[in-house]
């Protein structure tokens, strides 16, 4: 804790020492949608989302001087993303863009056009594209996994840890609104182990005195407990849900619990997992996030030397008050008061073993598994700690008990296909249903007579075949039609079973650029590439093929001049 700290003073003295308070990413003003260190799933929100007004092809500038060291476009994650290492050697990342400016979308189209793939990630040495404070580098967008118009921004350490912007920046964002307390909960914890209770969150009822001070009622325990917290942050003129910066706690006034969310590291990302009680977010949708940290926690937020952040309590007469304190990135506060009665408790964490094909298993041991027709082999660290998991195979289903379970890193499964003939074998893949019924497609290999598959979450798997092919259309042309005026080509594109995985097109036997949107199933063509031919008439081809290798194919005819 002590290095995170030398580390956050000397990141902040750094960046008001190398930045100015003009250098803003947007000339427009600033209000977020997404700030620093939020609750995503599997993650914390590496950055602030800046919002667009709704719209895209705002003018996105470089916070300062340096080089652009890395450019990656994707169909999901941050779609296109510029990376800039400044002379300081922290870095700035802007998100989801539109496009780039010209002189680096010049750079992108060749290297496009060279791969022939619209993706591509490729890093650049300093002195390839040079860039100056207040350039122009991009159009804020909405591509990539993006639910709406906005620019993701980020700024990164020399080690490349992400830091909080507003943390070292007085960013001009009205913020007079405290944290919002949607629910107080708490359980158990065993004498000998913080990780070792199977106990669900139970709430306790809060009175708002005003709004930022709650009182709960009293809580009758004999301890230790720990508690959880479900709250947001809101700022002015806006009604998006943000995250808090930092939770303090003390019991009788004695400080026991101090998090501060100004800087992580991608290694810690799934560790949010932890942080929450990842049972009722899968359950309940609901982010509850402890107040008190468990041995398997690494995170290194949180100041350790106040000790674990449990409440322990002994037999009395009078109650004790716990304090919480929530904190915004503008410092508003908010407050709870809980009182805790010492009463009489008995053990309530003997946990009876109740179904056949339970299995304990320790997280620093490996586990094989063989069923007739699966296979699971577990390494080491899959779980964040100890568990008691069921795991059998029945009707050609595997079962590895709950999503409500998670995984640090994941397990291999091996589902035997061999029952199919030959023709169908290879339209098979796997799929995962968890708690809320719903299947979804997994990523996986064959071998032999195996699919093969790494799982990221428990849950019931089975093998599905697919033997439909993709969905093709081109939007608003016919056959034959002449388009001269047209600026760009629109592809729709789908797949209801396994989903799309290639898509390729040509005009006239050459290779276009086609950029994918797959959050709205459209390819995207820009007659500004001037692929298509001298000639008047143009043959279009595009091919499309699903997980399994199904293809489909579309030829279209149409006829443009060139101006």
Not at 26 to 42: K, V
Not at 164 to 193: H, Q
Not at 247 to 276: A, Q, V
Not at 489 to 500: A, R, T
């Amino acid at each position: 804790m002590r290095y995170y700290l030398l580390t956050i003073f000397f990141l902040c003295a750094s960046i008001i020492n190398s930045q100015n308070s003009g250098d803003y990413p947007l000339e427009i003003p600033i209000i977020l949608s997404g700030t620093f260190g939020e609750l995503r799933p599997n993650h914390f929100h590496a950055g602030i989302d800046i919002k667009t007004k709704g719209t895209e092809g705002f003018k996105v500038y470089s916070i300062g001087d340096g080089y652009v060291s890395r450019i990656q476009i994707t169909h999901g994650g941050y779609g296109k993303a510029l990376y800039i290492k400044h002379e300081n050697g922290q870095s700035s990342v802007y998100a989801h863009l539109q496009k780039f400016s010209p002189k680096i979308e010049k750079i992108v189209k060749e290297i496009q056009y060279s791969k022939e793939s619209y993706t591509f990630k490729t890093y650049l040495s300093k002195d390839e594209i040079k860039i100056s404070e207040k350039e122009l580098i991009g159009f804020s967008g909405n591509t990539g996994r993006s639910f709406g118009p906005h620019l993701h921004y980020e700024l990164r350490d020399e080690f490349d840890r992400p830091i909080n912007p507003m943390a070292f920046k007085n960013y001009p964002v009205r913020d007079t609104i405290p944290p919002i307390v949607l629910g107080l909960y708490y359980k158990l914890i065993p004498e000998n182990s913080i990780s070792g209770s199977n106990s669900s969150f139970n709430e306790l009822k809060l009175k708002k005195i005003s709004d930022n001070l709650f009182i709960s009622d009293t809580l009758k325990t004999s301890g230790p407990v720990g508690f959880g917290i479900n709250s947001f942050d809101r700022m002015n003129n806006t009604w998006n849900k943000m995250g808090l910066s930092n939770i303090k706690t003390n019991i009788d006034g004695d400080e026991i619990f101090d998090m501060d969310l100004n800087l992580f590291s991608y290694d810690e990302w799934r560790h949010i997992n932890t942080f929450i009680d990842y049972p009722s977010y899968k359950n309940k949708k609901i982010k509850i996030q402890k107040l008190y940290i468990e041995e398997y926690n690494p995170l290194d937020m949180y100041k350790r030397s106040l000790g674990d952040g449990v409440v322990k309590i002994n037999e009395r007469n009078d109650t004790y008050l716990y304090i919480i304190k929530l904190f915004d990135f503008n410092k508003n506060q908010s407050e709870i008061l809980v009182p805790i009665q010492w009463i009489k408790q008995y053990n309530l964490f003997a946990r009876k073993l109740d179904f056949d094909n339970m299995f304990k298993v320790n997280k620093d041991s490996t586990y094989n598994f063989k069923f007739p027709g699966t296979k699971v082999s577990i390494e080491k660290n899959s779980f964040y700690t100890d568990k008691i998991i069921q795991i059998f195979e029945e009707n050609n289903l595997l079962h590895i008990d709950k999503d409500s379970i998670p995984l640090l890193k994941g397990i291999t499964i091996k589902m035997d296909v061999s029952r199919y003939n030959d023709s169908i074998r290879n339209k098979t893949y796997i799929v995962r249903i968890g708690e809320n019924k719903k299947p979804s497609f997994v990523s996986s290999k064959k071998e032999e007579n195996y699919v093969i598959a790494k799982v990221n979450n428990l849950g019931n798997f089975v093998i599905k075949v697919d033997s439909i092919k993709p969905n093709i259309s081109v939007i608003d042309i016919s056959d034959n039609q002449w388009i001269s005026n047209r600026k760009n080509l629109s592809i729709k594109i789908s797949d209801n079973e396994s989903g799309i995985n290639y898509y390729r097109g040509t005009i006239n036997d050459k290779w276009i650029l086609l950029e994918y949107n797959p959050m709205k199933g459209i390819l995207s063509y820009d007659f500004n590439d001037n692929v298509n031919s001298d000639d008047a008439k143009n043959i279009l081809e595009i091919k499309i093929e699903d997980r399994v290798g199904n293809v489909k194919k579309l030829t279209k005819t149409f006829y443009r001049k060139i101006k």
